[in-house]
């Protein structure tokens, strides 16, 4: 049976959680990397179509606003990261762009949002590099 998603006709909204849900497939399947997905299998397809979808409706969700601007561009960057995918060079890619986004993001210890967001890339990369530090360990034990 084949799982229904929300369609762009529908006009529903797209869940993170359920775009995950979809990816997780490919982890579960072995995929350690997005970038190696076979771009023309269908069940990609319709999981890029799904992503893009969410993305799209994200980007037009916080316009104009840049602390939800600056969120929901650590949202996308973590994406495959949440989705279980696990690959060294991937991640490593990840924490690079984690740490330009961070450097980039101005420090104000008298705005509390900005505060907050901060602390969420530094959770991000926390959480990169934990995963990194597994991934080594396991590589070291073999």
Known sequence: ????????????????????????????????????????????????DLFFRWVNQEDERVKGDRE????????????????????????????SWLSEDAYGTEKDQTDPERVKTRAMMAEAMKKVRRILGEDNAEETSK
């Not at 997780?24 to 399947?29: A, L, P």
């Not at 939800?68 to 924490?95: I, P, Q, W």
């Open 1 to 48: 049976m084949k799982e229904s998603f929300p369609t762009q006709e529908s006009g529903e909204e797209v869940k993170r959680e359920d775009v995950l849900a979809v990816y997780r497939k490919f982890v579960d399947r072995g995929e350690t990397n997005p970038d190696s997905l076979d771009l023309s299998d269908p069940e990609v397809k319709e999981a890029n």
């Open 68 to 95: 939800l601007e600056l969120r929901n561009n650590l949202s996308k960057t973590m994406f495959y990261v949440d989705a279980g995918f696990t690959d060294k060079h991937y991640l490593e890619g990840v924490l």
